[in-house]
């Protein structure tokens, strides 16, 4: 929490090298994203620009470019008097993100199955393969990856810009909350297998069948979620300055 109490700090170690393909700020938004999104910086985590600067050898101007971006992502806050944090989610937000993300998914996922061409279904089973070697060896960045890019693969089969530019604007702060569901015993296993299943049934032009699993998939996702962090539905009262602040700049 960025409330005074119990901070986590910014850790150097494992950040990952400076893409050499972008601009200064776009590199530094893209190591510091990264390390977000695979939960190496987790939820409350201080992010200290002269840190980042010397940890990653520039200076802090691009630094501080890549934490608005970030902040305009929904990923992080800044703190008056107290700089920025990795975003903090209250059990209430992610009940309401969840729910945005089981609507949109779910039109996806119905819209698939009437325009999915055969070459799409052909992917997405294939796919199950990477889903399958990830399990296998237990590597979660992978399993990660192969998730982010089958739910991906739906919405793009769905063939409604639209509704990709709406789940694009929500993309990064499920990918930050996805990660945590992927670190909860026995969830990826069940996860793996609901895609599985899925696929099936989009194949199939199995429509209403198809849409419910996809709502039973990503709520049953929000209950393990929630159970796992012992969370309650929080008022404004008792959230977190982070939290708090998160929510007001929605």
Not at 23 to 36: E, F, K, P, S
Not at 63 to 79: F, I, P, S
Not at 187 to 216: K, N
Request: net charge negative; proline share 3%.
């Amino acid at each position: 929490m960025a409330n005074g109490k119990d901070n986590k700090h910014f850790e150097a170690q494992g950040l990952e090298p400076l893409p050499e393909n972008l601009q200064m700020g776009a590199r530094v938004y893209r190591t510091l994203l990264n390390g977000i999104l695979t939960g190496q910086f987790e939820s409350g985590t201080q992010l200290r620009p002269d840190v980042i600067a010397r940890a990653l050898e520039v200076s802090t101007t691009p630094v501080r470019e890549a934490m608005h971006r970030l902040e305009n992502d929904g990923l992080t806050v800044k703190m008056p008097y107290q700089g920025w944090f990795v975003r903090d989610f209250s059990s209430e937000q992610i009940h309401e993100l969840y729910e945005v993300r089981a609507a949109l998914e779910c039109l996806g996922v119905r819209l698939a199955c009437d325009r999915i061409t055969e070459a799409d279904i052909e992917w997405l089973r294939n796919h199950q393969s990477v889903g399958e070697a990830a399990l296998a060896v237990g590597d979660t960045e992978a399993y990660r990856i192969y998730n982010q890019d089958l739910h991906a693969a739906i919405l793009k089969a769905a063939k409604n810009s639209y509704l990709s530019s709406v789940m694009g604007q929500l993309r990064l702060q499920n990918e930050m909350l996805m990660i945590k569901t992927s670190r909860i015993a026995g969830r990826s296993v069940r996860a793996f297998e609901e895609h599985g299943r899925v696929i099936e049934l989009i194949a199939h032009r199995q429509v209403q069948a198809a849409e419910q699993l996809m709502q039973t998939h990503i709520l049953d996702a929000l209950k393990d979620l929630i159970r796992s962090q012992g969370a309650r539905p929080v008022s404004r009262d008792d959230e977190s300055p982070a939290t708090a602040l998160a929510a007001k700049n929605l």
